[in-house]
């Protein structure tokens, strides 16, 4: 493996930091975030070197298991279901901060430069908030646009975010820095819910029914009643909404 960003300094480079060489991974993990997804007739399986967070993804065909394609060598990132044998890879960290759609040829249709937790509606318009590893803030609500281009939305505070859920109208449900947050379909922010709470939430916003929306405090869940509509679907199938482990 190897990426432009990793580094590495020792005595046989007179201990000046320099661009890491390819190395073999000692050791190899599925990826911590969204590790398989199947969409139609493709999978997309992601494995990571453990100890320097480089990983792949590797697409696959559902009915006999071959290798279609993989990406090459980056940092893990965040994944979703983008259409019907279509994926989101997203990469962040060592300089990285950019997210790839994938067709049902493995092969790279699109790029942004930006990651986060993204959902895919109907529709395919691509959307989420930012997830940058970096404080204060500097992370926005997002919609990545078709031509490869980021359309900013409402500034977020804070850092832990949940997966965020999506209703028919079109806004976008999530929780972040002790806020349940909504961006509707016009980019508008509107904090929906706040509380005096520290604790870190990665997990995911479920949109239930009556507009409830339920988040996992850490051995807590707290349910909030919100005016949001019923649960958006996904690409290329109505009724489901589609994100990182959402079977399409």
């Not at 980056?74 to 990285?96: E, V």
């Not at 604790?199 to 919100?226: F, K, W």
């Amino acid at each position: 493996m190897s990426f432009p960003g990793v580094v590495e300094m020792g005595h046989q480079a007179g201990r000046e930091i320099r661009p890491r060489r390819p190395w073999a991974p000692e050791e190899i993990g599925v990826d911590h975030w969204e590790p398989l997804l199947v969409s139609a007739d493709r999978i997309a399986a992601g494995f990571t070197d453990t100890r320097g967070g480089i990983g792949r993804t590797f697409f696959l065909d559902l009915q006999d298991g071959a290798t279609i394609s993989a990406t090459s060598p980056a940092p893990t990132g965040r994944k979703a279901i983008a259409g019907p044998g279509q994926f989101l890879i997203g990469s962040q960290g060592y300089g990285a901060f950019t997210t790839g759609r994938f067709g049902r040829d493995g092969a790279e249709t699109a790029r942004w430069a930006g990651h986060g937790a993204m959902l895919v509606d109907e529709d395919g318009s691509v959307g989420g908030p930012e997830l940058e590893n970096h404080l204060p803030s500097r992370s926005r609500f997002r919609w990545l646009a078709p031509d490869g281009t980021l359309v900013a939305g409402p500034a977020l505070t804070g850092y832990y975010t949940s997966y965020p859920a999506k209703d028919r109208e079109g806004t976008t449900v999530f929780w972040r820095d002790g806020k349940l947050l909504a961006v509707d379909a016009d980019l508008a922010g509107h904090e929906l819910f706040a509380m005096d709470d520290s604790r870190a939430v990665i997990s995911r916003a479920l949109l239930l029914n009556d507009g409830n929306v339920a988040v996992s405090l850490d051995n807590e869940v707290l349910v909030v009643r919100t005016p949001l509509g019923p649960l958006a679907g996904g690409p290329g199938r109505a009724g489901k909404a589609t994100s990182g482990a959402i079977l399409c």
